[in-house]
């Protein structure tokens, strides 16, 4: 059973670097969304994509986050310019579409700024 | 606006003991309601669901009810083990026009701790 992957699990940078994440959605999920968790918070909807087409984005995703997914498979999250206040753990999630359509997690990447 | 607002952690029981977590929403329109649980170094996984009032999800042992009346989907279960130890999660998912489909809204996550 594949599920939700995403790479790396871990990212230690310094400050001001660039990071890229990479999710793997379940292989027939045609939906695909990010999240943002902090500790001791539950996680905050960042951007999602139906297919290779962004529909929503969330406020907290400022401009230094952008979300690609090209050709509507796997997606990749990047932070430039980035800040200790990025440093949390990215989840990405996928679901087929459809009401009450359940979103599967990956395990996550969790990111720290030096 | 969409929002979920759990109980307090942590909480810490013995085995076998009974478990509730409280779990109150506030939505526009009819939103469905989950229950994830994320276990230490992992991510989150579905625990259980309901899609409309009155409706019962349940599984491993845990239930809970959505209670329109209440705004409320407490979960419960009646013998608690160590290897329920983990933070649970409760959700809503909107499904008014008016709000974005597809994202959920979470709230803060409970801790808990059970011990032998």
């Known amino acids: 059973d594949t599920g939700v992957s995403q790479d790396p699990r871990h990212k230690i940078t310094k400050r001001g670097q660039n990071v890229t994440f990479r999710c793997d959605p379940i292989s027939e999920h045609n939906r695909l969304y990010w999240y943002r968790q902090t500790l001791g918070q539950g996680p905050e909807f960042l951007t999602y994509?139906?297919?290779?087409?962004?529909?929503?984005k969330s406020r907290l995703l400022s401009d230094r986050f952008s979300a690609e997914r090209p050709k509507g498979s796997f997606s990749t999250l990047e932070i430039q310019r980035t800040e200790q206040g990025d440093s949390a753990m990215y989840l990405c999630?996928?679901?087929?579409?459809?009401?009450?359509?359940?979103?599967?997690f990956g395990d996550g990447t969790r990111l720290s700024i030096l | 606006g969409n929002s979920v607002t759990q109980m307090e952690g942590p909480v810490t029981l013995s085995e076998e003991a009974f478990l509730t977590i409280n779990c109150t929403y506030t939505?526009?329109?009819?939103?469905?309601l989950f229950w994830y649980v994320q276990y230490p170094g992992e991510g989150l996984q579905l625990l259980l669901k309901a899609t409309k009032a009155d409706d019962k999800g349940s599984n491993k042992g845990f239930e809970a009810t959505y209670r329109k009346e209440t705004t409320s989907f407490h979960l419960e279960k009646g013998s608690v083990q160590v290897s329920d130890s983990a933070v649970y999660f409760c959700?809503?998912?909107?499904?008014?026009?008016?709000?974005?489909?597809?994202?959920?809204?979470f709230g803060r996550g409970t801790q808990l701790t059970v011990w032998p």
């Open positions: 959700a809503l998912y909107p499904l008014d026009r008016g709000s974005t489909l597809g994202r959920l809204y």
């Open positions: 939505a526009t329109g009819y939103p469905s």
């Open positions: 999630a996928s679901s087929l579409t459809g009401v009450n359509q359940p979103q599967h």
């Open positions: 994509f139906q297919n290779e087409a962004q529909l929503e």
